[in-house]
């Protein structure tokens, strides 16, 4: 881990580098491995660099349609006329990783619904709120 200003930095590494780390203590060390997320205010937030792997280990996904994954990639939050697929037993307030069509991961957001009352919806309300995407990279945010 690493402490920048109020937040706490997670990386991961190959345990060889710990030892090393340990040697040349007297460099200021920035950044190293994959960052996997940070602790800011006592909230754990996930690192884009760590969305591929977290979808393969987790369920807690849902699919949108081509319109919904373009929003989405330009930090636009999912309506329910996007969803093609929202795993069940996921509840409001749960974290999910937003997969387009192709099974490429968007990016990160947050449920705003439980998942068994996404039929009751009407098309134009939100289902999950943005928290990060692809996108971020190219608009700069």
């Known amino acids: ?4 200003n109020d937040k706490r930095q997670f990386f991961l590494i190959p345990a060889t580098w710990i030892k090393l780390l340990e040697e040349i ?3 200021e060390i920035s950044s190293l491995g994959l960052k996997m997320g940070e602790l800011v205010k006592e909230r754990f937030r996930f ?3 760590t969305i591929d792997i977290l979808a393969k280990i987790t369920n807690h996904k849902i699919i949108v349609s081509r319109r919904g994954a373009e ?3 330009y930090g636009r939050s999912i309506l329910k006329e996007s969803v ?5 037993g996921l509840e409001r307030g749960d974290t999910v990783l937003v997969m387009n069509e192709e099974g490429d991961c968007l990016g990160i957001g ?7 009352r996404l039929d009751r919806l009407s098309k134009d309300k939100l289902v999950v709120k943005n928290l990060v995407d692809i996108g971020a990279y190219v608009r700069g945010a």
Not at 1 to 4: G, H, I, P, S, V
Not at 84 to 88: A, F, I, V
Not at 110 to 116: E, G, V, W
């Open 1 to 4: 881990t690493l402490q920048k």
């Open 25 to 27: 203590d007297q460099f």
């Open 47 to 49: 690192s884009l660099q």
């Open 71 to 73: 929003a989405f990639t």
């Open 84 to 88: 093609l697929n929202l795993e069940p």
């Open 110 to 116: 947050s449920l705003t619904i439980d998942s068994s």
